[in-house]
């Protein structure tokens, strides 16, 4: 009854240094997002994909990349991390695109760029 | 690019008050979700309206969608400490992918 599972739950990472975000799913979902996340505000949509081998930007790309090798994994990459990506990053997936499917969300990253 | 915003940004209250939180948009979707989120988790859904003019009741919720399907609305009565959370609205905008785009976000927190 895992549903969407992310790692590391948080890090910290000096300027100009990279790390990949890992998030994957056991619930078969096709579609699934990186979303990032200030504090108290809404979610912002970095990534998102709707099946393996098939990924495209969303509101926020710049400065992060993703791959899409099987259903169940969607890792995020960032490339010479910048303290504006400071942030708390969700991973989500859902079961279709259609209105009513619902987004099931990690837990998140908590991640800090100094 | 569409935008989802939130009113207000924040709200406190006492128990037992009512209160509502409005989602707006210049942009029609072609549903929207209401979300909540507590500290250290993901948002959880709490509701899907799909049709303008929609009314959902939730308990003590109440979630309406716009006519026009830009603006929709949550009504909580007789808040509870146990309602506290940052409410997210997020529509979806039709087409081939459907991306879900989220609010600003509203920050509620009920004093008992």
């Known amino acids: 009854n895992a549903g969407v599972t992310q790692t590391p739950k948080f890090r910290i990472l000096k300027i100009g240094q990279s790390m990949t975000l890992q998030c994957t799913q056991d619930?078969?979902?096709?579609?699934m997002y990186w979303y990032r996340q200030d504090p108290g505000m809404g979610l912002k949509l970095i990534y998102y994909?709707?099946?393996?081998?098939?990924?495209d930007k969303g509101e926020v790309p710049n400065g992060y990349n993703v791959s899409r090798s099987t259903t169940e994994d969607f890792p995020l990459r960032l490339e010479l991390a910048a303290p504006s990506q400071t942030s708390v990053y969700f991973c989500?997936?859902?079961?279709?695109?259609?209105?009513?499917?619902?987004?099931?969300f990690g837990q998140g990253t908590r991640l800090t760029v100094v | 690019t569409q935008l989802l915003e939130q009113s207000p940004q924040f709200l406190s209250i006492q128990e037992g008050e009512n209160l509502t939180v409005y989602c707006n948009s210049s942009?029609?979707?072609?549903?929207l979700q209401w979300y909540r989120q507590e500290p250290g988790e993901g948002p959880v859904l709490l509701v899907t309206?799909?049709?303008?003019?929609e009314v959902k009741k939730l308990k003590r919720l109440t979630f309406q969608f716009g006519d026009a399907r830009k603006d929709s609305s949550l009504h909580i009565t007789a808040a509870q400490p146990g309602d506290t959370g940052l409410y997210l609205c997020?529509?979806?905008?039709?087409?081939?992918?459907?991306?879900?785009?989220f609010g600003t976000g509203t920050l509620l927190a009920v004093q008992p």
């Open positions: 989500a997936s859902s079961y279709s695109l259609y209105d009513y499917s619902e987004a099931f």
């Open positions: 619930m078969n979902h096709n579609y």
């Open positions: 994909s709707v099946g393996a081998g098939i990924t």
């Open positions: 942009s029609v979707f072609s549903s």
């Open positions: 309206v799909v049709t303008g003019g």
């Open positions: 997020a529509g979806k905008n039709g087409g081939a992918t459907n991306k879900l785009i």
